[in-house]
């Protein structure tokens, strides 16, 4: 079982970037995954989470109108399209799931991680 979380980057105040999660090992149609960061001397967050049924839901305020989640089930990977991206949102990236069909904010309850992708935005 494995999640390779892939598209980190530099890019400039404004621009956009999308991440990818590709799962091994499992099918994600049954499972909600979230994507969490952390940024340097911060705990890692929540910052969003597609469940299921593939409906989103917003952990962190700060991303809404720019970030959104989606799952293609035929290539079970999630993605995360960020857009109008802000140097507060630099941060190593990461894909969890706990397997379970419901999406949870606690990253201690996600049982398999991603290796995070750096995300670096300069202003």
């Known amino acids: 079982v494995q999640l390779q979380a892939s598209g980190g980057g530099l890019v400039q105040a404004g621009g956009s970037l999308r991440l990818s999660c590709a799962a091994s090992g499992f099918s994600l149609d049954n499972y909600a995954v979230g994507w969490f960061r952390q940024a340097p001397g911060e705990e890692r967050e929540g910052v969003l989470c597609?469940?299921?049924?593939?409906?989103?839901?917003y952990y962190a305020d700060s991303v809404k109108g720019r970030f959104t989640i989606s799952k293609d089930n035929a290539k079970n990977t999630v993605y995360l399209q960020m857009n109008s991206l802000k140097p507060e949102d630099t941060a190593v990236y990461y894909c969890?799931?706990?397997?379970?069909?419901?999406?949870?904010?606690?990253?201690?309850?996600?049982?398999?991680w991603g290796k995070g992708t750096q995300v670096t935005v300069s202003s």
């Open positions: 597609i469940n299921f049924n593939n409906v989103g839901t």
């Open positions: 969890a799931t706990r397997r379970s069909a419901l999406c949870t904010i606690n990253p201690r309850a996600m049982n398999y």
